[in-house]
C-alpha cells in the first residue's frame, strides 16, 4: 500500500501500527533487525536532503524500528535519531507556514504534510519519553552513588546529557503549535489525539520527581508554555482540569509547579477560566473521601495555598465552592481554604478605599477565621492564629476587629496544643509591635486621660443640647417623619363631622395669604395637625385666587389635595415671610442676624464634638488593648517553666516586647525568667542571655556616660525587693557578660563613682551600684580587686550612724575576689587569703563588736556576711572571731554589770537587755557553723592540696630502680587506695576536731553552749520572739558541729520544732533539722513523723517550708518515704498555690524514679480515706487524679487494679468504697486490667448498687470502649452486663447470668466460686480497723496438691498495713524519746509482726 495514498493514524499503543486497520490506513510494513537499522537511518537521511519533511512518509518503518528496539541498540544510534528527528520537525515547521499560506495547495499535497507532520511528531515525541524513561530508570540506580559519580555514569551512558536535551525539542513543539496548522485538517478541526499527544509527553515529564529540582526549572517553563499554547489555541482546557487534578492527587511534588503553571496561563495567556475550573473540581470532591485519601488531600491543599498567595483576585470568585471543605474531616483542607481567605485579605481586601461589597467579603472571611480559633483540630487553631499574624503585622487588620482578635487570642493561651499557644504568643507579640495606639500601653497611664476625655465629652454634649437651636432639622425630613401621624389625622377629619369647638381662630380679614401659611407651618411644627388642616380648608375657601391656596386641583382626592399643599407650605423657604412679619416676631435690632449664629457656631461646635468623640473612642480602645494584653502577661508568665523549649523562648521573647512597650507587669515577667538562666537547655539559656542583653545592654544615651548611667539604673531596678535567689540569677547574668567584655568601662567607671561618692547618689542607689560591682567581680576579680582598700575605706568607714546595708554588700563584694568553693585536687597554688592584720578585718571586728550593743536589725544580717567573709579570706579566721566573740561578750557583761550598779535594790536580779543576749548568740551560732564548713573545705582542702605536693616531691626523688622494686606500692597507687586511705585519715582528724575540741573544755564556743541551752529550755523565761528565734537558730548550727551534741539536743530541738507558738521558730528549725538530716542520718530517722508532722501546720510559711525541705530530704533518699508522704499529698490541695507547685513539682520529680510512686499509691490511698485523719471526699478526688496520671506502665496499672479490688474486702465505709472506685476509674486500664477486674469482680460486685460506684465503674467502661479492638468488646459487653446486673438486683443476678451464658463461662465461674467463699469468710472476721489481711506462710506442701495450691489467690499486703509505728505524742518525755536507730541505707525487706 502506498504511503503517499495511506493516512496516518495516531495509535493508542504502538503495536496498532502493526495492526492492518480500516482502508488508507497506514501500516507498519516489518520492523527491522537491529543490524539494519543504521544502513536505513543514513537511507532516510539521504532521503530528507533531497525530499526534506515528507521522506518521513517512505521511511516511519526505519524510525518505527529503532523505538521498538530501543532498550537494545547503541546510544550512539539513539543519538543520532534524536538529532536526525529535531533537524525533521524543525525543518518542517520552518517550511510550513509557506504551505499553510498557499491557496491553490491540493488535497494530495495536503494530507501528504499532515501524515508527514503526525509521523514526525508522533516519532520524535516516542522518542523522548523512550529517553525520559530511560533516565529515570538510571536515576534510581545510580542513587546510591554520589552526585559526581551519578552525573559521570549518566554522561558515560547516554554520550550526552539528557536533562539539557528535553528543552529545545519542547521549545520546538511549542513553536509548531503556534503555527496555524489546523488548516491541514478537514473542516480545518485539528484531532484530539495529536493534541493529547503533544500535551501528553508534558505530564509524562512532570510525572519525574527530578523536575521539581533547580536546574530543571528550564524544562518546566518550556512545558509551561507548550500547554499554555495548547489551552489558548486547541481548547485543551478541560482535559488540562482532569489531568491536574489527578496528577494533584498522586504526586506530592508537582503542587508548587502546576501552581506556578496555572498563574503563569491566567496572567500571562488570558485563561482565568481554568482557575475556576480546576478550583470547581477540588471544590466537588467529597469531604469524606478526602479524609480517606490523605496524600489527595495534601496536594490540593498545597496547591490551592500557593495559588491563593499567587493570584488572590483571580481565585476570589470561586471561593465559594471551597466552603463545604470547612465542614470536612480532612484538617489540611480547611487549614488550605483559610489560607486562601487570609490571602485575599492581604492582598486583595485590604486598604481603606474599598467597596460596601469587598468589605462585605472581607468581613466575611475574617469572621470565618474568628470561628475557626475553636476548631476541634489543634494545627487549624494553630494555623489561623499564624495568619492572622501574617494580617497584623502588615496592617491588613480593621481597626474595628482588634478587641475581638485579642481576646481570641488571649483564650487560646490556655489551649491544652503547645503548638497553638506558641502562636498565640507569637499573634500577641505582633499585636504589640504593630498596634496603633501607642508606643507605651500602661493601662494605669491610660485610665486617667480616658477619664478626663469622657468626662470633657459629656459636658460638650450636654452643652450641646442646651445650646441646639429649636428647628434646625431638614424640612424635608421633619415631614417625612410627621407624614403618617398627619394622615391618620386627615382621615378622621374627613370622615367624622367637623365640630366648631377646640377649633383655632379662622382667617382674620385683615391677614394676608402670607401670614396664614406662617401660622399653618407654625402649627405643623408644634405637631397640631387638627388645627393647621381646618385653617388650611378655610384658607382654600378664603384664598381662592392667592398663592399657595390657588394651586388646588379639584379633580384630586381630598386627602392627597390637603397632603399636597400642607407640604407645599411646610416645606417652603422660610425667607418669604412677611417682612413686616418678620419684624414683628423678631425684637429690635435682630433683623437679618438670627440665622447667623446657626450658620458658624453651632458647625464649629459640632466638628469639635466629633473630634472629641473620636479622641474618647481612641483612648477607650488603647485602654482595652492594654487591659488584654496585661491580662495575657498573667497567663503567659506560667508558661515560662514548660517543658517545651520553643515555647519558653517565644514566652521570653513575649515579655522582651512587652517590656520595651512599657507595660508595668511585663517587670514581673522580665523576673521571673531570671531562674531560667540555670536551665539544662542551651536554648533557654541563650535566650534568657538575649533577653537581658536586648533589655539592658542597648539602653539610649547620647554619649558612653549616658548610656552607662541608664544601663546601671535600669539593673538597679531589678534589684528592688529582690529575693537572694533572684539576685543571685542576676549575678550569674552579669558575670557572663563581664566575662564577654559585653560591659564597657563607662559602667565601670560610674559604678565605681558612686560607690565612692564622688557623684551624688541617694545610700540605696550606693548600695546597688556596689552590689553590681561585686556581681562583676565574679566574672573578672580585679575589677573589685585593684580597688580593694578603696571599698574598705567607703564602704566600712567609721561614720555614725554605721551604714550596716552598705556594709553587708561591701561583704559580699568582696567576697566573690576568690572561689568559695573546696579546693580540687589539682589545684597547685595555694589558696587567696589576706593576713590577720588587714586593715578589712580590723574594720568588720570592730563594726561588729561596737554594733553587737546598738538594737539595729541590720547589724544580724551584716554580721553574718563579716563572719563569712573573714573565715573565707583570713589567715587565722578562728583567732579573730574568737577575739570577736570575746569582745562582744565582754560588752555584754559590762552592760549588765553597769545595770546591778544603777539598781536600788541590791537583792534583785540584773536583766541584761534583750537585744544585747540575742546578738551574742547570734554570732555564736554563725562564728559555729563557719567554723565546720572552714575546717571540712578549707583545711580539709588545704591538708590535701599539701598531700599531694609532698607526694609528687618525694615521687621526684624516688630512683626508677625503687619504684620497681616495690610492685606493691605501686598497684596500690594505680588503684586509687592511698589517696582514699590519706582522704579518710583527714576527714577523720577534722571529725576529731569537731567531736571532740570545739565544743569541749576551754574552747569559746564551748562557754556559749549553757547559754544557749538555757534560753532554749526555758521559754517563758526568755519569751522574747526575736531571741528565740536567733537562739532555736543557733541551737541548730551548733547541733551541726558534733554528732555527740547533736543526739544529747535533738529531743530539745524537735520540741522546739512542735511546741513552739512561733512560726519563724518552727519555719527556721525545719531548715536546721533538714540539714541535721543530710549530716547525721542515723540520728535524726527515728524523728522523721515529726518532720512529716510540719507538712500539715497551720503556718502558710511553716508549710512551704517544710515542703521544701521533705522534697530535697525524699529526692535525696536522705529520709524513709513511708505512707507519711501522704501528707505530701494533702498539699496538692493546700489554699496556698505556691505550696500546691512545690507538691506538684515534688510528685513530678518523684515519678522519675522507677516505681517510687506506684509504691506509694496503696499507702497514702488509705491514709486519705481513713475516717480518722484522712480528706474530705472532693479534696481526695483532686489528689488521687493527680497522682494516678503518674500511673503510665501497664504492668503496674494491672497490679493496682488488683489490689484495689481485694482493698474492697477490708474497707467498712461507703465513703472508702468510693473512694476506691474512684481511683479504679482514673486508671488508665487496658483489656489486661479489664480481664483482672473480672476475676476480681466478686471483690466489688456487692457494693454495686451504689450510684457513684456505678457510675465510676461505668467511666471504666467508657474509657475501654474508646481503644477497644474488636475482639475485646466481647469482654467489655460481659462486663457491663455484670456491672448492670449487680447495680439492679445485686450479686446473685450475676451469678443467674454467668449460669445463662456459655459453658467455657460456667467453667469460669465454677473456678471463682471456692475464692469467693473465701474472701466472704475474710470480710465477716475482719476487724474494725480499715487494714488489708496479713499474707499467710507459705509452707513446703506435697507434690500432690500443689495443683490445689495453685489456684489459691495471692493476697495483696501494702507497707501501710505492715508497719503502723505509732508517732510520738505532742509533749515529749524522756521514755518516749525515740533510741533505735537505723543505717540509712537499710534493706527493703518487710518487717512481718508476730
Known amino acids: 500500500m502506498s504511503p503517499q495514498v495511506c493516512e496516518f493514524h495516531l495509535p493508542l499503543s504502538p503495536e496498532e501500527l502493526l495492526k492492518s486497520g480500516g482502508v488508507n490506513q497506514y501500516v507498519v510494513q516489518e520492523v527491522l533487525s537491529i543490524r539494519h537499522l543504521p544502513s536505513h537511518l543514513k537511507a532516510f537521511q539521504t532521503a530528507f536532503r533531497a525530499q526534506g519533511p515528507l521522506a518521513v512518509l517512505e521511511h516511519f518503518d526505519t524510525i518505527y524500528s529503532i523505538l521498538h528496539h530501543f532498550r537494545s541498540i547503541d546510544p550512539g544510534l539513539k543519538e543520532d535519531t534524536l538529532e536526525f528527528l529535531i533537524k525533521v520537525v524543525s525543518c518542517h515547521s520552518q517550511e510550513l507556514p509557506a504551505v499553510l499560506d498557499d491557496a491553490a495547495l491540493s488535497m494530495s499535497d495536503r494530507s501528504a504534510h499532515l501524515n508527514a507532520l503526525k509521523m514526525n511528531c508522533y516519532a520524535l515525541i516516542r522518542l523522548l519519553e523512550s529517553f525520559e524513561t530511560m533516565s529515570s530508570q538510571t536515576g534510581l540506580m545510580d542513587l546510591e552513588l554520589s552526585g559526581k559519580g551519578r552525573k559521570s555514569r549518566a554522561k558515560t551512558t547516554h554520550g550526552f546529557d539528557w536533562e539539557e536535551e528535553r528543552q529545545p525539542i519542547l521549545q520546538l513543539l511549542t513553536q509548531l503549535l503556534q503555527l496555524d496548522i489546523r488548516h491541514l485538517w478537514n473542516h480545518s478541526i485539528i484531532e484530539e489525539e495529536f493534541v493529547s499527544l503533544v500535551t501528553g509527553c508534558c505530564y509524562r515529564l512532570l510525572e519525574n520527581p527530578t523536575i521539581s529540582h533547580q536546574k530543571n526549572r528550564p524544562t518546566r517553563e518550556a512545558i509551561t508554555h507548550l500547554l499554555g499554547v495548547a489551552l489558548t489555541r486547541y481548547n485543551h482546557m478541560l482535559s488540562a482540569t482532569v489531568k491536574i487534578i489527578q496528577m494533584l492527587q498522586h504526586f506530592e511534588h508537582l503542587a508548587s509547579i502546576l501552581v506556578a503553571a496555572v498563574s503563569l496561563w491566567a496572567t500571562d495567556y488570558g485563561m482565568k477560566s481554568i482557575v475556576g475550573e480546576i478550583v470547581r473540581e477540588i471544590g466537588q470532591k467529597c469531604p469524606q473521601e478526602l479524609s480517606r485519601d490523605p496524600t489527595g488531600a495534601k496536594g490540593f491543599a498545597a496547591f490551592l495555598t500557593e495559588l491563593a498567595e499567587r493570584i488572590p483576585a483571580i481565585l476570589m470568585s470561586s471561593m465559594c465552592i471551597l466552603l463545604d471543605h470547612l465542614d470536612g474531616e480532612n484538617y489540611m483542607m480547611r487549614n488550605a481554604v483559610l489560607a486562601a481567605m487570609a490571602e485575599m485579605v ?108 469622657t468626662q470633657k465629652l459629656q459636658e460638650m454634649r450636654a452643652h450641646r443640647r442646651a445650646t441646639a437651636p429649636s428647628a434646625e432639622l431638614d424640612p424635608a425630613e421633619e415631614w417625612e417623619a410627621m407624614l403618617p401621624e398627619l394622615k391618620a389625622t386627615l382621615q378622621q377629619l374627613l370622615t367624622l363631622p367637623q365640630e366648631g369647638e377646640g377649633m383655632s381662630e379662622g382667617v382674620a380679614k385683615t391677614e394676608t395669604p402670607q401670614e396664614v401659611e406662617g401660622r399653618i407651618r407654625r402649627l405643623l411644627a408644634k405637631a397640631s395637625y387638627k388645627q393647621a388642616i381646618i385653617l388650611t380648608q378655610e384658607a382654600i375657601s378664603h384664598f381662592q385666587k392667592s398663592e399657595p391656596f390657588c394651586h388646588v386641583d379639584p379633580e384630586e382626592s381630598e386627602e392627597t389635595k390637603f397632603l399636597s399643599l400642607l407640604g407645599n407650605i411646610f416645606k417652603a423657604p422660610t425667607q418669604e415671610e412677611n417682612p413686616q412679619t ?186 546597688s551600684s556596689v552590689m553590681l560591682l561585686g556581681m ?399 480528706v474530705e471526699e472532693e479534696p481526695f478526688h483532686t489528689i488521687m487524679k493527680q497522682l494516678l496520671s503518674y500511673i503510665t506502665k501497664d504492668k503496674q496499672t494491672e497490679s493496682l487494679v488488683e489490689k484495689l479490688c481485694q482493698r474492697f474486702r477490708t474497707a467498712q465505709t461507703e465513703r472508702q468504697y468510693r473512694d476506691l472506685a474512684y481511683c479504679m476509674s482514673q486508671l488508665p486500664l487496658t483489656e489486661r486490667g479489664l480481664h483482672k477486674m473480672l476475676d476480681n469482680f466478686d471483690c466489688f460486685g456487692d457494693k454495686l448498687s451504689d450510684e457513684s460506684i456505678f457510675s465510676a465503674f461505668l467511666s471504666i467502661v467508657g474509657k475501654l470502649r474508646r481503644g477497644a479492638k474488636p475482639e475485646g468488646k466481647a469482654v467489655i459487653d460481659e462486663f457491663e452486663q455484670k456491672l448492670r446486673a449487680c447495680h439492679t438486683r445485686g450479686l446473685d443476678a450475676v451469678e443467674e447470668l454467668e449460669v445463662g451464658q456459655g459453658s467455657s463461662q460456667r467453667a469460669l465461674s465454677a473456678r471463682k466460686q471456692p475464692a469467693a467463699a473465701r474472701h466472704r469468710h475474710v470480710a465477716s472476721i475482719a476487724s474494725d480497723n480499715f487494714v488489708t489481711p496479713k499474707p499467710r506462710r507459705t509452707t513446703r506442701q506435697h507434690p500432690n496438691t500443689q495443683q490445689k495450691a495453685s489456684r489459691k489467690k495471692l493476697r495483696i499486703v501494702f507497707s501501710s498495713d505492715e508497719s503502723s509505728d505509732e508517732e510520738l505524742s505532742a509533749e515529749m518525755t524522756e521514755d518516749e524519746t525515740p533510741k533505735k536507730t537505723t543505717p540509712i541505707r537499710r534493706a527493703s525487706a518487710h518487717r512481718h509482726r508476730s
Not at 645 to 660: A, C, R
Open 346 to 453: 492581604l492582598q486583595v481586601l485590604s486598604g481603606d478605599q474599598l467597596e460596601e461589597v469587598s468589605r462585605d467579603t472581607r468581613d466575611q472571611f475574617l469572621d470565618t477565621l474568628q470561628a475557626h480559633c475553636h476548631d476541634v483540630n489543634s494545627f487549624v487553631r494553630s494555623r489561623v492564629l499564624q495568619l492572622f499574624t501574617r494580617i497584623v503585622q502588615q496592617k491588613a487588620l480593621p481597626l474595628t476587629r482588634f478587641q475581638a482578635v485579642v481576646a481570641l487570642a488571649v483564650g487560646r493561651l490556655a489551649d491544652k496544643s503547645v503548638l497553638v499557644c506558641k502562636s498565640a504568643i507569637q499573634l500577641l507579640a505582633s499585636f504589640l509591635a504593630n498596634n496603633p495606639f501607642s508606643c507605651k500601653l500602661s493601662d494605669t497611664d491610660l485610665a486617667g486621660p480616658l477619664q478626663k476625655e
Open 776 to 1174: 562583676m567581680a565574679r566574672g573578672k576579680p580585679e575589677i573589685v580587686g585593684s580597688n580593694l582598700d578603696t571599698l574598705v575605706n567607703t564602704g566600712l568607714d567609721e561614720k555614725l550612724p554605721p551604714d550596716y546595708r552598705l556594709a553587708q554588700q561591701v561583704c559580699h563584694a568582696i567576697a566573690n575576689i576568690s572561689d568559695r568553693r573546696k579546693p580540687s585536687m589539682g589545684e597547685r597554688h595555694p589558696p587567696f587569703r589576706l593576713p590577720q592584720e588587714h586593715r578589712l578585718f580590723e574594720r568588720l571586728r570592730e563594726m561588729v563588736t561596737k554594733g553587737s550593743v546598738h538594737p539595729d536589725p541590720l547589724w544580724v544580717p551584716f554580721k553574718e556576711a563579716a563572719v563569712a567573709l573573714i573565715y573565707q579570706l583570713a589567715e587565722g579566721p578562728e583567732v579573730i572571731c574568737a577575739q570577736m566573740l570575746q569582745d562582744c561578750a565582754k560588752q555584754a557583761l559590762e552592760k549588765l554589770e553597769e545595770k546591778s550598779d544603777h539598781q536600788e535594790a541590791p537583792q534583785e536580779t540584773p536583766v541584761l537587755p534583750t537585744f544585747l543576749l540575742m546578738n551574742l548568740l547570734s554570732l555564736a551560732g554563725d562564728v559555729a557553723l563557719q567554723q565546720l564548713v572552714h575546717l571540712e573545705q578549707a583545711v580539709s582542702g588545704e591538708l590535701c592540696r599539701r598531700r599531694v605536693l609532698r607526694e609528687e616531691q618525694e615521687h621526684k626523688r624516688k630512683e626508677p630502680k625503687e619504684k620497681n622494686s616495690n610492685s606493691e606500692s605501686t598497684l596500690e597507687e594505680e588503684m586509687g587506695l592511698g589517696g582514699a586511705t590519706a582522704d579518710d585519715t583527714e576527714a577523720e582528724l577534722i571529725r576529731g576536731i569537731c567531736e571532740l575540741e570545739l565544743l569541749e573544755g576551754k574552747q569559746t564556743l564551748a562557754a556559749f553552749v549553757p547559754l544557749l541551752l538555757k534560753v532554749c529550755n526555758n521559754p517563758g523565761l526568755y519569751s522574747n520572739p526575736e531571741l528565740s528565734t536567733a537562739a532555736s537558730l543557733a541551737l541548730g548550727k551548733f547541733c551541726m558541729i558534733s554528732a555527740t551534741f547533736c543526739d544529747s539536743q535533738l529531743r530539745l530541738l524537735f520540741t522546739m520544732l512542735e511546741k513552739s507558738s512561733l512560726p519563724i521558730v518552727r519555719s527556721n528549725l525545719m531548715i536546721a533539722t533538714g540539714d541535721l538530716a543530710i549530716r547525721f542520718p542515723n540520728l535524726v530517722d527515728p524523728w522523721t513523723p515529726h518532720l512529716y508532722a510540719r507538712l500539715r501546720d497551720p503556718s502558710q510559711h511553716v508549710r512551704k517550708t517544710a515542703a521544701l525541705v521533705m522534697t530535697h530530704l525524699i529526692l535525696k533518699d536522705m529520709v524513709k518515704v513511708k505512707g507519711q508522704v501522704s501528707e505530701m499529698a494533702v498539699l496538692l490541695i493546700d489554699p496556698a498555690p505556691q505550696i500546691a507547685a512545690l507538691a506538684k513539682n515534688f510528685f513530678n520529680e518523684l515519678s522519675n524514679k522507677a516505681n517510687a510512686i506506684y509504691n506509694l499509691l496503696p499507702d497514702i490511698i488509705s491514709r486519705l480515706s481513713a475516717p480518722e485523719g484522712g
Open 582 to 767: 418678620a419684624a414683628r416676631n423678631s425684637g429690635p435690632g435682630e433683623t437679618g442676624c438670627r440665622d447667623k449664629p446657626s450658620g458658624s457656631e453651632p458647625g464649629e461646635c459640632s466638628n469639635e464634638l466629633v473630634k472629641q468623640e473620636l479622641l474618647v473612642q481612641y483612648l477607650q480602645d488603647a485602654h482595652g488593648f492594654s487591659l488584654q494584653i496585661t491580662k495575657a502577661i498573667g497567663i503567659i508568665s506560667k508558661m515560662m517553666y514548660e517543658h517545651t523549649t520553643t515555647v519558653v523562648q517565644e514566652v521570653i521573647e513575649f515579655f522582651v516586647m512587652v517590656f520595651q512597650f512599657g507595660v508595668p507587669q511585663a517587670l514581673f515577667g522580665v523576673r521571673r525568667m531570671l531562674p531560667l538562666i540555670w536551665s539544662k537547655e542551651p536554648g533557654v539559656r541563650d535566650a534568657v542571655l538575649n533577653a537581658y542583653r536586648q533589655l539592658y545592654l542597648k539602653p539610649k544615651g547620647d554619649s558612653a556616660r549616658a548610656k552607662a548611667q541608664t544601663l546601671i539604673h535600669n539593673l538597679s531596678l531589678l534589684l528592688v525587693d529582690a529575693s537572694v535567689g533572684t539576685i543571685q540569677c542576676l549575678e550569674e547574668i552579669i558575670c557572663e557578660f563581664v566575662q564577654k567584655d559585653e560591659l564597657s568601662p563607662a559602667v565601670t567607671q560610674v559604678l565605681w563613682e558612686r560607690a565612692t561618692e564622688k557623684v551624688p547618689c541617694s545610700p540605696l542607689e550606693r548600695c
